[in-house]
């Protein structure tokens, strides 16, 4: 076994790298969002297939995927629990019964409605320690690399705008 002197860098070379702040700004985001939506009951990736089913009534599951970036086994399951909660139904297409279209419920309607002073509020305390100046910097740096990187992420999102 190695001694710690025998590893490269430091902690502090960790702590600086650019994937480990991103991985920790999205704990965050997460856990912000959890806490400003509590009485929702759902998660951001159940946010936004809510959304995104919303503005696609009839969408089918890939498609879905691709446009909220996720894997299609992750969204399987968050459909599955958003049909639970009665927020979502699935309908077989008419013209193939292997794929199922999704819309909204009127529950899963309201909750969007509902939600979204606390996903606002959730959105602004994620970027409170910073300036306007520097939210703005910020944000138009996050969408470049988003946009520059997405076909390294492993669902690439197809509403990315291209860079």
Known sequence: MKNAEDIPGSMD?????????????QQIAVAIFLE???????SSVQY??????GHNPKIDA???SQLIANDRST????LERLEQKKLIKRAYDTGDRRIKKLSLTPSGRQLVA?????????????????????QLTFMEMLNRLVNINNAHSRAPGSAVADA
């Open 114 to 134: 509902d939600i979204e002073v606390s996903v606002e509020r959730a959105q602004e305390r994620i970027l409170a320690p910073l300036s306007p100046d520097d």
């Open 62 to 64: 890939t498609r879905l």
């Open 13 to 25: 070379d960790l702590y600086s790298k650019p994937g480990h702040l991103i991985r920790r700004c």
């Open 36 to 42: 400003e939506t509590a009485d929702f009951g759902i």
């Open 48 to 53: 936004a297939a809510l959304v995104a089913i």
């Open 75 to 78: 969204v399987g399951n968050v």
